[in-house]
């Protein structure tokens, strides 16, 4: 039996696996802006969503809170966000320079997709990507 197959059927190692395979190839394309991909979507989502609260794009990214903080206070460090706190509530904004940088965030994020898509299929990639997503989601209310 093949070494790979041993664990083919291994929810864990399957997605682990998948999760390397595309967080290189989302490293790669992301490079393009000079950010690692999730910095690039906690920016993306901060210019759609001006003065979010960190516990809800904590909540959107699927991340725990004290990961949205150190992300924030990183992007805050290279002027791409600019947090604002009232009392225990965290508020992060977007700054001129992340606004600039959107567009060009986004066709990273299009460039992965077409990567992908030209690999798997178009037809495929959407089907993953929605079944994953909607995995993520059961599993993370449990």
Known sequence: MNDKASYCNCLYYASNALARIVTKMAEEEFSAVDLAPSYAFVVMTVNKNPGIHAGELAEIMMLTPSTVTRLADKLESRGLVK????????????????????????????????RVAGILG??????????????????ASK
């Open 122 to 139: 178009e037809e495929n990639a959407r089907m993953l990507t929605g079944s994953v997503f909607q995995s993520a989601i059961k599993l």
């Open 83 to 114: 947090k604002h706190s009232e009392g225990r509530i965290t508020m992060i904004y977007p700054t001129p320079a992340s606004v600039e940088l959107n567009e060009a965030i986004k066709a990273a994020w299009y460039k992965l997709y077409l």
